[in-house]
């Protein structure tokens, strides 16, 4: 396994190891110990996820203020531009966000930790997207965030208007929003 660095210095690129031949190919897609000894992160996954979205589909910018959510996040078909964006006050990076292709052909990962916003937009025809959790999904707790909020200035690498649900629709302005110590 190898561990990237993006903009944000705890925002991780994991490429895992591809064993492949004429056959397919075969990878750990996670193993605890060679992730904790990889990033020197012990994290413990507690629910998985799993969508499917059509291209021009725009999920977020997504949080728990509560039970916050590290999320480890892959492409298992197609392919997403995904981001994160440091929502804890306290850090130098605060505001500012990070942006990485995950497709099936890359198998790359992006680790992001508690207290980031998160979303993507499907690049490719479709995309499906696998993440897991740190915590469980609390819809009391959820928060979002307007995606084309002027403030973050988030460089989608849109080619038309993004298809978004009615919730991110109303997502707030980050000046706004609930925010990390």
Not at 9 to 24: H, K
Not at 37 to 48: E, L, P, R, S
Request: with cysteine.
């Amino acid at each position: 396994m190898k561990v990237l660095p993006t903009e944000l210095p705890d925002v991780l690129i994991i490429e895992p190891q591809v064993f492949g031949d004429d056959r397919g190919f075969f990878f750990e897609s996670f193993n605890q110990r060679a992730f904790r000894k990889a990033t020197g992160i012990d994290a413990v996954f507690v629910q998985d996820n799993h969508s499917r979205s059509a291209r021009g589909v725009l999920r977020g910018l997504h949080y728990q203020i509560r039970q916050a959510q590290g999320k480890l996040v892959r492409v298992v078909s197609g392919e997403i531009f995904d981001v994160a964006v440091d929502l804890r006050r306290s850090s130098p990076a605060f505001g500012r966000w990070a942006g990485v292709l995950l497709s099936a052909e890359n198998n790359r990962q992006v680790w992001i930790p508690e207290g980031f916003a998160h979303g993507f937009l499907v690049t490719g025809d479709h995309a499906e997207v696998l993440y897991k959790t740190t915590d469980y999904w609390s819809p009391e707790h959820e928060r979002c965030i307007l995606w084309e909020d002027p403030d973050l200035a988030i460089d989608w690498p849109l080619t038309e208007r993004p298809r978004i649900s009615e919730k991110d629709a109303r997502g707030i302005a980050f000046s706004a929003a609930e925010i990390f110590p």
